[in-house]
């Protein structure tokens, strides 16, 4: 690939880019890579400032700064790469404003997209059903399967199905009290399957349980199961049952909020039931992205529609 801009920059725009390329090799010492990554994102830029008509970088201010973030997002760019776009453009400006070209930094105060965390592949419909298929009757498998049928149900974080108290069943009210992150309660979801599997593991408990112990979920030792073990105990359910794709509990939380969204396109119900705070935080889970979402709104809203050019 070229780093040379497709569109001929006028002196204006390049003399302070070669000065500025000059000053990253002798003065900073920067490899060659680096040098030329510089390169390549910053005539990029300035070969976008030419389509606008702009001819000076002191005509560049943060809000342009931050409709290059936007366009980049609305292209697919990875959060890196346009992070890398910004920090490109600071140090730029940095050297332009210490030259005493620019009197402000425009790239200062513009935030990169946070880096979103790989999540893991999540089960499709089938594979959870196949996960979920438990049909044996002693007490631990009945405990399993009752533990997944209330994480898979109500989309629960691992912290909040190993927290729950035998008070916390509201089986009436077809709801579970959940503490979640930050120690705010909620009431998630209870019914069908996981009322009842977790019916059937009330009838056999008391097997297993120490007298008095208030955890609705309870280990071999008769006390509160741990985190570990409900992890390892889905690993083994996951080969025990065939599943091809590694269990773990979060899988079946992004499995819950994945198939719920399909299903009923409600991203604040699927907030709402995950118990996310900010959606920005549903949308990382459930794949939504600022790409996708730009291009909704895009072709949405009557404001946002692009008169076709002559």
């Known amino acids: ?5 497709k569109i001929p920059l006028p002196n204006s725009l390049q003399k302070p880019l070669s000065r500025f390329y000059e000053y990253l090799r002798s003065e900073k010492g920067l490899s060659l890579h680096t040098q030329r990554n ?17 001819k000076d970088w002191s005509q560049v201010d943060a809000a342009w700064v931050r409709q290059l973030a936007s366009k980049g997002m609305r292209e ?6 346009i ?10 400006f940095d050297f332009l404003v210490l030259r005493g070209e620019m009197t402000a930094n425009p790239a200062k105060g513009v935030s990169a997209p946070r880096k979103q965390r790989p999540l893991p592949k999540n089960l499709d419909v089938d594979e959870v059903g196949q996960l979920l298929d438990v049909n044996e009757d002693d007490p631990l498998s009945i405990r399993d399967r009752a533990m997944m049928e209330v994480m898979y149900g109500a989309g629960l974080r691992l912290a909040e199905l190993v927290g729950i108290n035998l008070k916390d069943v509201l089986g009436r009210q077809g709801e579970i009290r959940v503490i979640g992150k930050g120690d705010k309660e909620r ?20 097997e297993l349980a120490s007298p008095g112990e208030p955890a609705l979920f309870v280990s071999k030792l008769g006390t509160r199961i741990s985190h570990r073990s409900v992890q390892k105990r889905m690993e ?9 794709s590694h269990i773990s509990p979060h899988k079946l939380r992004h499995s819950f909020a994945t198939h719920v969204l399909e299903s009923s396109q409600n ?9 996310h705070e900010n959606i920005s935080t549903t949308q990382v889970y459930t794949h939504l992205d600022f790409q996708h ?7 949405a809203h009557p404001r946002a529609r692009k008169k076709n050019k002559d």
């Open 83 to 92: 992070a890398t776009r910004l920090s490109s453009l600071r140090s730029f």
């Open 236 to 244: 083994e359910w996951g080969k025990k049952q065939s599943v091809a």
């Open 76 to 81: 697919g760019m990875k959060a890196s790469s």
């Open 1 to 5: 690939m070229s780093l040379e801009p």
């Open 187 to 206: 009431k998630a979801p209870f019914s069908g399957l996981a009322k009842e599997w977790v019916d059937k593991w009330l009838k056999v408990r008391g």
């Open 267 to 275: 991203l604040r119900a699927v907030q709402e039931l995950l118990g």
């Open 293 to 299: 979402l730009a291009q909704a709104y895009d072709q």
């Open 38 to 54: 510089y390169k390549q994102q910053l005539e990029t830029m300035a070969a976008h400032l030419v389509t606008l008509g702009l």
